[in-house]
């Protein structure tokens, strides 16, 4: 068989284990293994790289892709779909392993349903893809938030001082829950719920009085005040309709201080977050993924994402996968809440 693989969306860690797991399971196998380069501009565009042993040697304690990646949407330029396709046939390809989230996977379901036989590998930081119990590239990011969390305790703490820590988290609270969990937040606000400016800054005031000089808040981007819109990088739209987010954490960190009179200082940790070195758990997780959606083609299984269930990998519709957003798991905030203030 010939298999190609694309990575698109953003990048993030535990990628390149999955690359590296397709490839050598492929080639025990005697298949063939084609890259395309930059998502689905790869395929559109014709740019592909062969892997092989050599080429994915190295390369599993690497963060990012050695494919490249972007946002191109298959389905926003018109004949761009058709290029696709044509494209699919021409350079020979027996299937399609697609790795990403939301918007990837949301393409390789249509171009499924338009005849290409396509496998997906769930990857988001965010943790809020359907239909697995967790993607790679999450453990990553909480683990250098709760990082970047210890340290910002000891300066907070010397300095007497309200922190604020915007983290990652268009849609979904996962890593602002986890990572604030981990890292002794004091309060953590998602984009689950709207924020009640009152209500945190009692709890900070409530912290003061019992002696506690300092505190820790951490915001997803997504959050946002009630009756008021998300906080904007700027309007413009990508090529999946999504804008950039990023201010909320320097808009609630000025509402602090003026409300409570504490210092407060910000710090955004944008894309610190899915740089660098996948953690073990995400080279294995994505590992297996990789060893998974190797199986799926080879048994002609398609229209199907690798999926964590438990500890199981099993397969799961990719209509299913993408056909809603997974949002926090609420009694994970729950547990959050105890403690708060």
Known sequence: MKIGILTGGGDCPGLNPVIRAIVRK?????????????????????????????????????GGTILGTSRTNPYK???????????????????????????????????????????????????????????????????IVTECLDRLHTTAESHNRVMVVEVMGRHAGWIAAYSGIAGGADYILIPEIAIDIEEVCQSIKKRHDRGKDFSIVVVAEGAFFKNENVALQEKKLDAFGHVRLGGIG????????????????????????????????????????????????????????????????????????????????????????????
């Open 250 to 341: 320097h808009t609630l960190g000025k509402m602090v201080e003026q409300k409570t009179g504490y210092e407060t200082r910000v710090t955004v940790l944008g894309h610190i977050q899915r740089g660098g070195t996948p953690s073990a758990f995400d080279r294995v997780l994505g590992t297996r993924f990789g060893a998974k959606a190797y199986d799926l083609v080879k048994s002609g299984t398609f229209g199907r994402m690798a999926s964590l269930k438990g500890n199981k990998i099993v397969d799961v519709p990719l209509e299913e996968a993408t056909a809603e957003l997974k949002t926090l798991d609420m009694s994970v905030y729950d547990i959050a809440k105890i403690f708060f203030g």
């Open 77 to 143: 330029k018109e004949g761009d779909s058709q290029k696709a396709i044509a494209n699919f046939k021409e350079l020979g390809l027996d299937a399609l392993i697609t790795i990403g989230g939301e918007d990837t996977l949301g393409a390789a379901t249509k171009l499924y349903k338009d005849g290409l036989n396509t496998v997906g590998v769930p990857k988001t930081i965010d943790n809020d893809l359907g239909a697995t119990d967790f993607t790679f590239g999450f453990d990553t990011a909480i683990n």
């Open 26 to 62: 492929a080639i025990l196998e005697g298949d063939e293994v084609l890259g395309l380069r930059y998502g689905w501009k790869g395929l559109i565009d014709k740019e592909t790289i062969p892997l092989d042993v050599h080429s994915v040697s190295g390369i599993l304690h690497r």
